[in-house]
């Protein structure tokens, strides 16, 4: 980026953005400016703004996509135009979402005998609201025609994330959170013959739980759901919130059994934009079959030309995510998000195996088993808490959460490093360079060596 972009002979243009009369001054923050500024000057100057924002490199807080290739960028930039409602103006974007539908489903393994219903989205979030209203709907209409008041739906579910919360408020359902048990990463499936009821529209299974990054057992909640229907008759329905794990399992562990295998699975969300490696902006929720999607709840489309269905909370939504998606399909294949994914999984295990070699931390997901994270406590001895450390850490730019588990295990406080594409081993043998410097100036008992070469206090 040039500083000083100096501009000779060019009449009505600075010589130097920050000679310009917009530098020489704070920018206009709340009120809209009257003159128009020069298109680079006001660039240069945005640029420069969000250096402050950090970098998102070492954000080991997301989940999200941070790395995109030129490919990506350029796929981007050249479909800035395109609108995901838009069906009839851009068919091949909607052929491209149709055929993503298809390759996610069979991922999830679909059964084939039947065409895979499912759409893009703008995250898991809005994926998961729809989700949420086709439980709703089907609970519903299967209660009124059996007489039955359904007026008061519940959804069971384990450490959720914001968003069942959302879906549970915004549409007027019971949410259950089951509480976790102590030393439990999630739903345990015993715990639920408390929590299901006639009014329950489904269970919420989280392949990849946000706090603990493990997944819980959809298997096991699947046969316990089995279980409750043959004492109670109340047959449940499994959603499976799979944001980041619907596209690592596939890859990283295919016989693990948490999708349309199971019968009681009867829709899947997934985060395009994590582990699914497209740029930020797109989810997918894929149901078992179209009869899971009450008809009812979708619309259909007339004035933009042709009669298209749509089942979205939003109406425009920009389509060149859902295109990089197709994008990093084609370019990657399985093997090569298998090996994405691995490498990951690979380096979260490095990290682990340093992280607990530090002393004074004890790990409650060490990256082999479910998400490519890690997770871990302190030693009630340590004498700082990890509070301290995300900010003894955050003065060398990473960002590090600490948050208290859910309940009941709230008195627990973790921290937690996401490994994702992008991030590779040499970048997390940095970040323990700078945990066993935040552990010496914190005064935690570190095993490492307390003065290494380069390093002044
Ligand atoms: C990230 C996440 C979400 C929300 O997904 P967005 O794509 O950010 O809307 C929902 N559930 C789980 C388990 C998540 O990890």
């Excluded at 009124?144 to 549970?168: S, T």
């Excluded at 497209?278 to 009669?307: E, Q, S």
């Excluded at 995300?390 to 490093?417: F, H, I």
Aim: charged letters at 20%.
């Amino acid at each position: 980026m040039a500083l000083h972009r100096v501009r000779p002979g060019r009449p009505g243009r600075y010589e130097d953005v920050f000679t310009a009369p917009l530098s020489q001054q704070a920018l206009p923050k709340y009120r809209m400016p009257d003159a128009p500024s020069a298109p680079d000057v006001v660039y240069d100057l945005l640029h420069e703004e969000l250096l402050l924002d950090g970098n998102s490199v070492q954000n080991l807080a997301t989940f999200c996509t941070t790395w995109n290739s030129d490919e990506v960028k350029r796929i981007m930039a050249e479909t800035l135009d395109k609108n995901m409602i838009d069906k009839d103006e851009y068919p091949q974007t909607a052929e491209i979402e149709n055929r993503c539908v298809n390759i996610i489903a069979d991922l999830w393994r679909s059964p084939a005998e039947h065409e895979p219903m499912g759409c893009s989205t703008t995250g898991s979030s809005e994926a998961a609201m729809l989700g949420g209203l086709a439980l709703k709907w089907r609970w519903r209409q299967a209660r009124e025609a059996a007489g039955k008041p359904a007026d008061r739906p519940n959804l069971v579910c384990g450490p959720v994330q914001i968003c069942w919360k959302k879906f549970a408020r915004y549409f007027d359902v019971e949410l259950r959170e089951v509480p976790l048990e102590p030393g439990a990463t999630g739903l345990r499936p015993h715990q639920l013959a408390h929590y299901v009821d006639e009014n329950t529209i489904g269970v919420v299974a989280i392949l990849g739980v946000t706090f603990t990054c493990d997944y819980e057992p959809v298997a096991e909640i699947a046969k316990a759901l089995d279980a409750i229907q043959a004492n109670t008759g109340h047959d449940v329905p499994i959603h499976v919130d799979a944001a980041s794990g619907g596209f690592v399992a596939p890859f990283t562990d295919p016989d693990l059994v948490w999708d349309f295998r199971l019968d009681r699975v009867a829709s899947i969300n997934a985060s395009g934009h994590k582990y699914g490696l497209a740029p930020l902006g797109v989810g997918w929720v894929v149901w078992r079959t179209a009869d899971a999607l009450p008809k009812d709840l979708i619309f259909y489309v007339n004035y933009l030309g042709g009669n298209m269905p749509t089942f979205a909370l939003n109406f425009s939504r920009p389509g060149g995510e859902v295109i990089a998606q197709y994008y990093q399909f084609l370019r990657l294949g399985r093997d090569g998000y298998r090996r994405v994914q691995e490498a990951c999984m690979d380096t979260a295990q490095y990290l682990a195996g340093q992280i607990s070699g530090l002393g004074p931390f004890e790990l409650l997901y060490d990256g082999s088993t479910a998400l490519p994270a890690v997770c871990y406590t302190l030693r009630g001895d340590a004498g700082f808490t990890l509070y301290d450390l995300t900010e003894q850490l955050r003065t060398r730019g990473w960002q590090v959460p600490s948050y208290p588990l859910p309940p009941a295990r709230d008195q627990t406080v973790v921290q937690r490093v996401l490994v994702r594409h992008g991030a590779g081993r040499d970048e997390m043998a940095l970040l323990v360079d700078d945990v066993k410097r935040a552990l010496r100036r914190l005064g935690g008992h570190s095993t490492c060596a307390p003065h290494q070469p380069g390093f002044h206090h």
